[in-house]
DNA sequence: CCGTCGATCTCCT
DNA sequence: GGAGATCGACGGG
């Protein structure tokens, strides 16, 4: 398997590269335990322009810092003082769009993703939902500004899905954001499981 | 099945 | 002080 380059991340279309990370394999590997599953949910957060987005206005905080950086680190941040959620940084230096990864099929390590979430059975409930799967994938706040071109944290390429895979929605949890509460930029895999329950506003 | 509520960090959008 | 890119526990029907 091949990791994705700095060029896939460092693209100037957020949109673009959130639905061609579906399908895409998500994996980390830390204290010698491998664990990955195949990303089948996300949304393109699309930085100044947007008023969804941390980084609204080129709004800088210690938090979205990393959002600057150039694309191909994680962006990590803590959701409700308790979820720790997993974004991609895209674009160049000084751009922050970033990717939110919502919802992962398990593929690699599933007992250990269990172990780490105190579960016995597999079920939904492991990684569809951003929270969620960092906690199975074993990603926290301390993993922010990492590279995803290492060996910690990376994603390894699969084919590009044909448009007809792909389902379009509003993002979840959004109501806040005015005029931009109601933008397309939610992509799932049409049909999959593993796709997070939550609910998108329609206009 | 559904609605409510608590957890508790960051920024006030 | 309040709300948030969330989740799971709990209680009622």
Known sequence: MVKL????YEDNNVLRVAK???GKLLVTEMDGVRTSGRIVETEAYAGATDRASHAWNNRRTARTEVAYAPGGVAYVYLCYGIHH???VVTNLKDVPHV????A??????IDHMLA???K???????TAGPGSLSKALGITTALTGESLLGNKLWIEDAPNLPGSAIETGTRVGVAYAMEDTYLPYRYSIKGNKWVSKGKGLKK
């Open 116 to 118: 780490r979430c105190g």
């Open 5 to 8: 380059n700095a060029s896939f």
């Open 20 to 22: 061609r990370l579906l």
């Open 85 to 87: 959620l997993f974004n």
């Open 104 to 109: 992962l099929e398990p593929i690699e390590g």
């Open 99 to 102: 990717v939110l990864v919502r």
């Open 120 to 126: 016995i059975k597999l079920d939904t409930t492991l």
